[in-house]
Nanobody
Framework: QVQLVESGGGLVQAGGSLRLSCAASGRTFSRLIMGWFRQAPGKDRQFIAAISSGGGGRYYGDSVKGRFTISRDNAKNTVSLQMNILKPEDTAVYYC??????????????????WGQGTQVTVSS
């Protein structure tokens, strides 16, 4: 129902930064919980970050705490992921996801209803 399109991926050296964006279609964006996941080659999809519908609650996976920041602009129907101090192990396809409901189980990919196509992030050593 909700269509999501990621952008901003690319190639960056270790220690550098990238900012990913996700644009959402629909008229109910302000009610959605938004999340970011990533999947590296040969690995399971991993929870990165989530943000509550109003933006007041932010949650991060252990692997990115202190380096990544999630934010949203409900007026623009967008959610962003600022990635700093990037490491080679951050290399993955990054996916934007959306769901409704209370802020529980946000780290579970099965709780999200809509997914973007993904954007590739490659970090060189």
């Amino acid at each position: 129902q909700v269509q999501l399109v990621e952008s901003g991926g690319g190639l960056v050296q270790a220690g550098g930064s990238l900012r990913l964006s996700c644009a959402a279609s629909g008229r109910t964006f302000s009610r959605l919980i938004m999340g970011w996941f990533r999947q590296a080659p040969g690995k399971d999809r991993q929870f990165i970050a989530a943000i509550s519908s109003g933006g007041g609650g932010r949650y991060y996976g252990d692997s990115v705490k202190g380096r990544f920041t999630i934010s949203r602009d409900n007026a623009k129907n967008t959610v962003s992921l600022q990635m700093n101090i990037l490491k080679p192990e951050d290399t993955a396809v990054y996916y934007c996801a959306a769901r409704e409901g209370a802020s529980f189980g946000l780290e579970l990919q099965s709780s999200y209803n809509s997914w973007g196509q993904g954007t590739q992030v490659t970090v060189s050593s």
